[in-house]
Protein backbone atom coordinates (compact mmCIF):
# COMPACT_ATOMS: atom_id res chain seq x y z
CA UNK A 1 0.00 0.00 0.00
CA UNK A 2 1.29 3.05 -0.74
CA UNK A 3 1.32 6.32 1.59
CA UNK A 4 0.79 9.42 -0.01
CA UNK A 5 2.65 12.43 2.24
CA UNK A 6 0.65 15.54 2.36
CA UNK A 7 2.80 18.40 1.36
CA UNK A 8 2.91 22.40 2.88
CA UNK A 9 0.21 24.49 1.97
CA UNK A 10 1.10 27.09 -0.39
CA UNK A 11 0.76 29.58 2.94
CA UNK A 12 2.92 27.17 5.39
CA UNK A 13 5.79 26.78 2.04
CA UNK A 14 5.52 30.78 1.55
CA UNK A 15 6.66 31.32 5.04
CA UNK A 16 9.45 28.61 4.93
CA UNK A 17 10.47 29.77 1.89
CA UNK A 18 10.52 33.25 3.19
CA UNK A 19 11.89 33.65 6.83
CA UNK A 20 12.30 37.10 7.11
CA UNK A 21 9.14 38.37 6.06
CA UNK A 22 9.36 42.24 6.75
CA UNK A 23 5.07 41.50 8.60
CA UNK A 24 6.86 39.28 11.63
CA UNK A 25 10.10 41.18 11.74
CA UNK A 26 7.58 44.46 12.23
CA UNK A 27 5.67 43.03 14.65
CA UNK A 28 8.21 41.56 16.94
CA UNK A 29 10.18 45.01 16.86
CA UNK A 30 6.90 46.76 17.58
CA UNK A 31 6.58 44.75 21.29
CA UNK A 32 10.23 45.34 22.20
CA UNK A 33 9.79 49.11 21.48
CA UNK A 34 6.23 48.67 23.28
CA UNK A 35 8.87 47.05 26.53
CA UNK A 36 11.54 49.27 26.13
CA UNK A 37 8.83 52.31 26.62
CA UNK A 38 7.56 51.06 30.17
CA UNK A 39 11.22 49.87 31.08
CA UNK A 40 13.64 52.77 30.24
CA UNK A 41 11.41 55.68 32.51
CA UNK A 42 11.64 53.01 35.17
CA UNK A 43 15.32 52.15 34.89
CA UNK A 44 15.87 56.25 34.91
CA UNK A 45 14.31 56.92 38.07
CA UNK A 46 15.89 54.29 40.22
CA UNK A 47 19.47 55.26 38.78
CA UNK A 48 18.70 58.78 39.35
CA UNK A 49 17.43 57.73 43.06
CA UNK A 50 20.98 55.89 43.70
CA UNK A 51 23.10 58.80 42.66
CA UNK A 52 20.98 61.07 45.41
CA UNK A 53 21.16 57.98 48.26
CA UNK A 54 24.72 57.05 47.53
CA UNK A 55 26.72 59.65 49.59
CA UNK A 56 24.39 59.44 52.30
CA UNK A 57 24.83 55.29 52.18
CA UNK A 58 28.35 55.59 52.29
CA UNK A 59 28.69 57.88 54.81
CA UNK A 60 26.63 55.12 57.47
CA UNK A 61 30.43 53.06 58.28
CA UNK A 62 32.54 56.07 58.40
CA UNK A 63 30.00 58.27 60.72
CA UNK A 64 30.95 58.29 64.14
CA UNK A 65 28.43 59.32 67.07
CA UNK A 66 29.47 61.80 69.95
CA UNK A 67 27.85 60.57 73.14
CA UNK A 68 26.56 63.16 76.12
CA UNK A 69 29.51 63.51 78.64
CA UNK A 70 28.96 64.50 82.26
CA UNK A 71 31.09 67.94 82.88
CA UNK A 72 31.24 69.25 86.53
CA UNK A 73 31.43 73.11 87.08
CA UNK A 74 34.68 72.80 88.08
CA UNK A 75 35.97 71.04 84.67
CA UNK A 76 33.55 73.82 82.69
CA UNK A 77 35.19 76.42 84.59
CA UNK A 78 38.88 75.51 83.81
CA UNK A 79 40.75 77.13 81.04
CA UNK A 80 42.72 75.32 79.21
CA UNK A 81 44.94 75.84 76.69
CA UNK A 82 47.40 73.60 74.45
CA UNK A 83 51.03 74.72 73.11
CA UNK A 84 51.06 77.28 75.83
CA UNK A 85 53.36 80.32 75.98
CA UNK A 86 54.79 83.07 77.87
CA UNK A 87 57.26 85.55 77.71
CA UNK A 88 58.40 87.79 79.88
CA UNK A 89 61.65 89.62 81.30
CA UNK A 90 63.52 89.85 84.82
CA UNK A 91 64.47 92.63 86.84
CA UNK A 92 67.62 93.25 84.30
CA UNK A 93 64.94 93.10 81.86
CA UNK A 94 66.86 90.24 80.31
CA UNK A 95 63.97 88.03 78.05
CA UNK A 96 62.66 84.40 78.96
CA UNK A 97 59.76 82.51 77.45
CA UNK A 98 57.90 79.60 79.08
CA UNK A 99 56.54 77.02 76.93
CA UNK A 100 54.12 73.34 77.75
CA UNK A 101 52.32 70.87 75.81
CA UNK A 102 49.49 72.31 77.54
CA UNK A 103 48.32 74.97 80.64
CA UNK A 104 45.32 74.63 83.14
CA UNK A 105 43.75 77.41 85.36
CA UNK A 106 40.85 77.89 87.21
CA UNK A 107 39.72 80.73 85.88
CA UNK A 108 41.08 83.76 83.92
CA UNK A 109 41.78 85.56 87.13
CA UNK A 110 43.83 82.80 88.28
CA UNK A 111 47.25 83.60 89.35
CA UNK A 112 48.76 79.87 89.47
CA UNK A 113 48.94 77.98 85.80
CA UNK A 114 49.63 74.15 85.27
CA UNK A 115 51.98 72.85 83.08
CA UNK A 116 52.34 70.00 81.38
CA UNK A 117 56.10 69.30 79.68
CA UNK A 118 56.66 72.96 80.22
CA UNK A 119 60.08 74.35 79.00
CA UNK A 120 61.83 77.84 79.96
CA UNK A 121 64.78 79.64 77.76
CA UNK A 122 66.33 81.87 79.25
CA UNK A 123 68.79 85.03 77.68
CA UNK A 124 71.76 85.93 79.72
CA UNK A 125 73.45 89.22 79.72
CA UNK A 126 76.43 87.74 77.97
CA UNK A 127 74.23 86.46 75.15
CA UNK A 128 74.31 83.00 76.39
CA UNK A 129 71.65 80.97 77.71
CA UNK A 130 69.57 78.53 79.93
CA UNK A 131 67.16 75.55 79.36
CA UNK A 132 65.25 73.92 82.03
CA UNK A 133 62.71 70.86 81.26
CA UNK A 134 60.40 69.08 83.37
CA UNK A 135 57.74 66.90 83.61
CA UNK A 136 54.97 68.89 85.12
CA UNK A 137 54.94 72.90 86.72
CA UNK A 138 53.62 75.48 88.36
CA UNK A 139 53.70 79.14 87.15
CA UNK A 140 52.79 81.77 89.63
CA UNK A 141 52.10 84.76 86.77
CA UNK A 142 52.39 87.56 89.50
CA UNK A 143 55.26 86.53 91.17
CA UNK A 144 56.84 84.75 87.94
CA UNK A 145 58.09 81.92 90.22
CA UNK A 146 58.21 78.34 88.59
CA UNK A 147 58.44 75.28 89.95
CA UNK A 148 59.52 72.28 88.36
CA UNK A 149 58.56 68.95 89.14
CA UNK A 150 59.50 65.26 87.81
CA UNK A 151 62.57 65.08 85.96
CA UNK A 152 64.30 68.62 86.15
CA UNK A 153 66.66 69.20 83.48
CA UNK A 154 69.02 72.25 83.68
CA UNK A 155 71.14 73.50 81.15
CA UNK A 156 73.82 76.21 80.63
CA UNK A 157 75.18 77.03 77.06
CA UNK A 158 78.86 76.99 78.78
CA UNK A 159 78.06 72.96 79.28
CA UNK A 160 76.67 72.45 82.35
CA UNK A 161 74.08 70.29 83.45
CA UNK A 162 71.48 69.94 86.88
CA UNK A 163 69.48 66.88 86.80
CA UNK A 164 67.05 66.52 89.65
CA UNK A 165 63.07 65.81 90.62
CA UNK A 166 62.47 69.30 92.10
CA UNK A 167 63.66 72.93 91.61
CA UNK A 168 62.14 76.25 92.51
CA UNK A 169 62.86 79.09 90.00
CA UNK A 170 62.93 82.93 90.59
CA UNK A 171 62.11 83.95 86.92
CA UNK A 172 62.59 87.98 88.18
CA UNK A 173 65.34 87.79 89.76
CA UNK A 174 67.11 84.63 88.15
CA UNK A 175 67.58 82.78 91.47
CA UNK A 176 67.01 79.08 91.58
CA UNK A 177 66.91 76.51 94.36
CA UNK A 178 67.00 72.60 95.02
CA UNK A 179 65.99 70.92 97.64
CA UNK A 180 66.47 67.52 96.43
CA UNK A 181 68.70 65.11 95.20
CA UNK A 182 71.45 66.47 92.59
CA UNK A 183 73.50 65.33 89.89
CA UNK A 184 75.26 67.09 87.36
CA UNK A 185 78.67 67.83 85.26
CA UNK A 186 80.23 70.85 84.37
CA UNK A 187 83.35 71.67 81.84
CA UNK A 188 85.50 70.50 85.62
CA UNK A 189 83.91 67.13 86.22
CA UNK A 190 80.78 65.84 87.89
CA UNK A 191 79.06 66.46 90.97
CA UNK A 192 76.40 65.22 93.42
CA UNK A 193 74.61 67.02 96.23
CA UNK A 194 71.73 66.80 98.36
CA UNK A 195 70.26 70.15 96.80
CA UNK A 196 71.58 73.66 94.97
CA UNK A 197 71.25 77.19 94.89
CA UNK A 198 71.56 79.45 92.00
CA UNK A 199 71.99 83.07 91.98
CA UNK A 200 71.46 85.45 89.37
CA UNK A 201 71.20 83.54 86.42
CA UNK A 202 74.20 81.27 87.12
CA UNK A 203 76.77 84.08 88.37
CA UNK A 204 77.50 81.64 91.90
CA UNK A 205 76.47 78.33 92.26
CA UNK A 206 76.35 76.60 95.33
CA UNK A 207 75.85 72.57 96.09
CA UNK A 208 74.36 72.32 99.67
CA UNK A 209 74.31 69.19 102.16
CA UNK A 210 76.68 66.22 101.66
CA UNK A 211 78.20 66.69 98.24
CA UNK A 212 80.58 65.24 96.15
CA UNK A 213 83.08 66.62 93.16
CA UNK A 214 85.11 65.24 90.91
CA UNK A 215 87.50 67.27 89.07
CA UNK A 216 88.85 66.36 85.46
CA UNK A 217 93.08 67.87 85.77
CA UNK A 218 94.08 68.18 82.06
CA UNK A 219 97.80 66.61 82.28
CA UNK A 220 99.36 67.12 78.44
CA UNK A 221 95.67 66.06 77.48
CA UNK A 222 95.65 63.22 79.65
CA UNK A 223 92.93 63.65 82.59
Do not use: C
Not at 133 to 156: K, M, P, W, Y
Amino acid sequence: MATTLAGPTATQFASFANPGDPRRVDAGYGRFVGIMKMLLPTVAVILIALVFAWPHLSEQDGRFRIDPVAISPEDAENFRMLNARYTGVDRNSRPYAITANSADQKSAEARLVNLEAPKADILLSDKSWIALTAEDGIFDRESQILELTGAVNLFHDSGYEFHTTNAIFDLMAGDAIGQEQVTGQGPFGQFSAAGFRIHNQGERVELVGQSRVIIHLNRGGDE
